[in-house]
């Protein structure tokens, strides 16, 4: 029946119309330039009030209302009312978010309004045309007005079979579950556990619009409001849905945007996607991909932020140890004979005002100090310097205050010089790639084995941060430098379960008042190497008492066939009933499933299944595992003469609609008509934890119809014949040490004898690890996989022998380069040389261990120095010598190496080494014992002859003295 023939088209066509025609007027009024007298900010601010509604009746125009309600109150008779998605008040339109609009979201018998509900209509219009006007629920005082029967097909469901591209608002199909959780009070954080397609995203941006219409003022506002999601791929899949609510303000980010705007833009670190990438990549070995899983869950973990509170206490507490003098002022008032004064205080004193400031994040606590002590101590300065100032004029004594106040700022500077602000990328480096550091603030947080694999995949300079270090360094920013005063009033985190627990400790410092919405399914969590695994586990990442959990089971993307399909898979690998989701009644074609033979098949079966699909349906996706098998299909297809796709591997794309061929883990959160699954076979999704995961997200994409296609064995997981899959513990196993004596690890590892492991243990200063009688055997892979092209020379188990000094002439070569720079007059120089020497003294016992021969006493000359570290450094560098960090040492015995008149300067980047982790340290009885951290033997080498180095952080290398030119070795070789 036509929507003409509704008893109620006249009435709503003629509100409609007479609507379009008052907002065509408004417009007029508002928009020719107006002059407003000479008041030029009341003219903007007036202008801003103007525009700003504009582009709310622009907006309304688009659809005006999506529903009309007629109610009947006792004291003040009949009325109606509509509502839409912008309110227009003299228009009886009201905002859906209005309490006028509950109505439209609960049941009659369900509110409490004295007002009765006589009709309410559901309506679609299209600017200023009426579409279709459907019965929601009609009061039996009206029925006979009504021919109910012939409109009360539900809008939801007639909407349902439209096609999907991106998501769009849901003002008039809104559910009363849905509209429940949209209008729940803010000051909560709200967790929505939602299936797929449930319409959790779409809640999340309705309760954001929502909230600004009810809560909107000074402090709640849509700039302070944050949205985050998993890549822009989504963002731009919902980016229509606030718009159309009328907000367009609210910052939506990526996580990725939000850390890098955190972190600052140099940052580079792989997205979570490459981490996923990374962990599916079967050409990296076992050992490291099972390394790889346990670090992210161990760098993520609330444990984690545990270990950075006490590395930056390690640190604070460094500082307060280095202050040791009294401090004291001595100021002069140039040009005034007599006029000087002096003020003091000493060590304890300024220790205590750094206590009093220890609250404060570690990289201002040194200017509140300055600052505590500039207010101090300039006060008695000029109580000393009053007769003197009282004689002056104004304008000179001000002058005069300014002198005493930078002249005390200055030495207090000069006093807290060795005090510098912490790089929170270098100190996140030198944390993890300081073993024995690592293993003194990771004591009880984690086993010695978790600390010693967390050093293996330490981050340098060279390499990007991986997605799992992300939270810890956000969370060590806000320790070093705070949250730079934002906050946010309410935060909503879509894709919640993929985040980490120290993402939350972080976001938490960020909320105002811990008000968020945080929407996920534990179902889809594929990160699990990083993610949620239960909800009640932000609980103490939060800082909360409670959640407010919603459980969202119904469905309403996929028709009920597609639904079940997905339901199957879960019911074979154990998900209880009550966990899977809940299909809508609607109806589908059934899911195909096709086994080809050979790859040119397999294309052309794709080709013609998705261009014989109806043209309605114009949202598909053809969905492989991996970016590289999506890279591999396109060309196949290209090749088969079919060009008409989008290639959709980069997660910050857009999508254009049509065909698109796309990766499993980038379509978390999307939705299309039709999804094609390319590689459901056995190797690609094996029966793991993490592949029941990702398939579930692949099968849950689709809205009408699922296309499985593969080659070879079907997956375990979609294997009908077989109703129970048990899972593989696969990169989960990891997780368990799995414990072994070094002879047990030796057995089942034929080629190579137990004393072998045993003596590349001792080389790499890693006995440590088996002092309870057993080793991790993940952790042992781990180490033997990164033992250098050195240790495979060495196979049959022989000890390698001593190495030798160069040849004469390079020894004379070498000779007259060091005599050369050391008669240089030119500072830098001499410096660079202290450098050489410092080096040359923290690896006296690796060139005794190497066997060459080391006085135990004396003065070494610089010559013989330079020697023996090139001779050093060529036998690494031919792979002849593994670096190792030798016996401990001491500052003493280290400096006697150096020249005095070089010692200071040598005694100074010592320290400086030692701050940014390449220095160990250890307490031997009385006595502090020190050595060169094993990662970072061959760049302390290379940089004290002078060579190119890669670890180095730039800012540190910037700022070492550096020789003219490296140590040549070459030379005489080449001309002999």
């Not at 360094?473 to 120290?502: N, R, S």
């Not at 154990?574 to 195909?592: F, H, I, K, M, N």
């Amino acid at each position: 029946m036509s929507v003409q023939d509704h008893p109620y088209y006249e009435h709503i066509s003629r509100q409609l119309t007479d609507t379009f025609a008052w907002i065509g007027k408004r417009l007029d009024e508002l928009e020719p330039p107006i002059a407003y007298g000479g008041d030029r900010y009341a003219h903007r601010a007036l202008q801003k009030q103007n525009l700003e509604e504009i582009e709310k009746l622009k907006l309304s125009r688009q659809e005006l209302f999506s529903a009309r309600i007629d109610l009947e109150d006792p004291s003040e008779g009949q009325e109606t009312i509509y509502v839409g998605k912008v309110a227009l008040p003299d228009r009886r339109i009201y905002s859906w978010a209005s309490p006028f609009a509950r109505q439209l979201y609960y049941r009659p018998d369900e509110t409490t309004d004295t007002a009765k509900v006589r009709l309410i209509l559901n309506i679609t219009v299209d600017n200023d045309r009426l579409c279709e006007i459907y019965n929601q629920y009609v009061d039996a005082s009206v029925e006979d007005e009504l021919v109910q029967a012939q409109f009360t097909d539900s809008l939801l469901f007639r909407l349902l079979q439209e096609s999907h591209g991106k998501l769009r608002d849901i003002v008039a199909t809104i559910q009363a579950r849905q509209y429940r959780i949209i209008q729940s009070p803010h000051d909560q954080v709200l967790v929505v556990q939602g299936a797929p397609g449930s319409g959790k995203t779409s809640i999340a941006l309705h309760r954001v619009a929502y909230l600004l219409y009810n809560y909107q003022s000074e402090t709640f506002t849509a700039q302070n409001i944050l949205i985050l999601g998993p890549n822009r791929l989504f963002l731009g899949h919902i980016s229509g849905i606030l718009p159309s609510l009328g907000q367009r303000r609210v910052p939506q980010k990526t996580v990725d945007e939000w850390t890098t705007e955190l972190l600052g833009d140099k940052l580079v670190f792989e997205s979570q996607e490459e981490s996923l990438e990374a962990l599916l990549d079967v050409t990296q070995s076992a050992a490291m991909r099972a390394m790889r899983y346990r670090n992210a869950r161990n760098k993520s973990s609330l444990q984690m932020g545990v270990l950075i509170d006490r590395y930056i206490q390690s640190i604070y507490a460094a500082i307060l140890g280095r202050i040791t003098n009294t401090f004291t002022c001595n100021c002069q008032l140039q040009g005034l004979r007599g006029a000087n004064a002096t003020v003091e205080r000493s060590a304890d004193h300024i220790r205590a005002l750094l206590e009093s400031v220890q609250n404060r994040p570690l990289n201002v606590r040194r200017e509140a100090v300055e600052d505590l002590l500039l207010r101090d101590l300039g006060r008695e300065l000029l109580d000393q310097l009053g007769s003197y100032l009282n004689s002056l004029d104004a304008q000179s004594r001000q002058e005069r205050e300014r002198e005493v106040r930078e002249q005390l700022q200055r030495q207090l500077r000069q006093y807290f010089s060795g005090w510098n602000k912490e790089n929170v990328a270098i100190a996140y480096r030198r944390l993890l790639r300081t073993p024995s550091l690592l293993r003194r603030l990771g004591e009880g947080l984690f086993s010695d084995g978790d600390l010693e694999l967390l050093t293996q995949d330490a981050p340098t300079n060279k390499t990007p941060f991986q997605f799992s270090d992300l939270a810890a360094l956000m969370y060590l920013k806000l320790g070093l430098e705070g949250a730079d005063g934002v906050g946010y009033a309410h935060i909503v985190v879509d894709e919640a379960q993929d985040l980490t627990p120290l993402h939350f400790r972080v976001l938490q410092a960020y909320s105002r008042s811990s008000s968020m919405t945080l929407l996920g399914d534990l179902s889809q969590g594929i990160y699990g190497h990083h993610g949620i695994e239960h909800w009640s586990s932000l609980l103490d990442a939060l800082k909360v008492e409670n959640l407010v959990p919603e459980n969202l089971r119904e469905s309403y993307r996929s028709t009920r066939q597609i639904i079940e399909f997905a339901n199957g898979m879960l019911a074979r690998v154990g998900v209880a009933a009550e966990d899977l989701a809940v299909p809508l009644s609607r109806p589908g074609p059934t899911p195909t499933t096709h086994r080809l033979q050979q790859r040119s098949q397999l294309v052309a079966n794709i080709i013609s299944t998705v261009t014989s699909e109806p043209q309605k349906w114009s949202a598909i996706a053809v969905i492989c595992k991996t970016a590289a098998a999506c890279r591999l299909l396109a060309s196949d297809l290209t090749a088969a003469g079919f060009t008409d796709y989008q290639l959709l591997v980069d997660r910050n794309s857009q999508y254009k609609g049509a065909i698109a061929i796309i990766p499993s883990y980038l379509t978390k959160g999307m939705e299309f008509d039709v999804v094609l699954v390319a590689d459901a076979d056995a190797e690609t999704y094996p029966p793991d934890a993490l592949h029941v995961k990702l398939l579930y997200v692949v099968l849950t994409r689709a809205a009408h119809a699922l296309h499985i296609r593969w080659l070879g064995a079907v997956t375990p997981l979609l294997d009908q014949q077989h109703p129970h899959v048990p899972l593989q513990p696969v990169l989960e196993g990891a997780l368990n040490p799995q414990l072994q004596t070094i002879s047990e690890y030796a057995a089942v590892r034929p080629g190579r004898p137990m004393d072998w492991y045993v003596e590349r243990l001792a080389q790499m200063d890693k006995l440590r690890l088996l002092h309870t009688g057993k080793i991790d055997a993940h952790l042992m892979d781990v180490i033997m996989a990164g033992y250098t092209a050195a240790s495979s020379a060495n196979d049959n188990g022989e000890a390698e022998s001593a190495i030798e000094l160069f040849d004469e002439d390079v020894q004379q070569f070498l000779t007259q380069q060091a005599e050369l720079l050391n008669q240089s007059d030119e500072a830098a120089v001499q410096d660079a040389l202290a450098i050489t020497q410092l080096v040359y003294g923290l690896l006296r016992n690796q060139l005794r261990s190497a066997g060459l021969e080391v006085a135990d006493e004396g003065q070494v000359p610089l010559s013989r120095q330079v020697i023996m570290l090139a001779t050093l450094a060529m036998a690494i560098q031919r792979g002849r010598l593994i670096e190792s960090a030798g016996r401990w040492t001491t500052r003493q015995v280290v400096l006697q190496s150096v020249d005095k008149g070089r010692r200071a300067v040598a005694e100074r980047w010592l320290a400086t080494l030692e701050q940014h982790g390449m220095i160990e340290s250890q307490e031997a009885g009385q006595r502090r014992q020190i050595r060169i951290v094993t990662t970072w033997v061959r760049p302390v080498l290379e940089l004290g002859l002078g060579l190119p180095t890669e670890l180095w952080d730039r800012e540190l290398l910037d700022s070492i003295p550096h020789l003219p030119k490296p140590f040549d070795v070459a030379t005489p070789q080449a001309t002999r």
